[in-house]
């Protein structure tokens, strides 16, 4: 199963490309998705929306996890997040994806086992769990990774095969 797990952000989308093979996962492609700031907001949204577009096009997922949107003070900085997952979400529908979405504390439990996780801690075991040689940078792509892993942590044999088409 190809999993891609998404940060969502306006000036920086992070995204990350696992197989999960029986237990084992690996690593098909990670990085991030950047529009320039000073750019008019609906170009910008147009901008994730092609790359997003392109991604999928290329990397064919069959399940797009994308972390749920938490904020506590900013809410002009939510409502744009907020918007750049919508677009992300328009484009995996019409990639023929199915689309997931996980809290911080959903994917903290199961990248670290640990809710209350800090953010390095999330870091260290992506890279940990993934064999990775160093902790992918920007912060936003580790997070995407972290995304993509609790979507194969938390996916049921039943769940694995509706995605494919199975009906029970």
Known sequence: MRIIGIDPGVAILGYGVLDRMGNRLKVVDYGSIQTPARTAKATRLKQIYDAATQLFSKTHPDV???EKLFFNRNTTTAFDVAQARGVVMLAAEEAG????????????????GYGGAKKRQ???????????????????????????????????????????????
């Open 64 to 66: 797009v996890a994308i």
């Open 97 to 112: 994806a199915t689309i997931t979405e996980y809290t911080p504390m959903e994917v903290k439990m199961a990248v670290v």
């Open 122 to 168: 999330v870091q260290e075991m992506v890279k940990t769990l993934l064999c990775l040689a160093e902790i992918p940078k920007p912060d936003d792509v580790a997070d995407a990774l972290g995304v993509a892993i609790c979507q194969a942590h938390s996916t049921t044999f039943t769940d694995r095969m509706s995605i494919r088409g199975w009906k029970e």
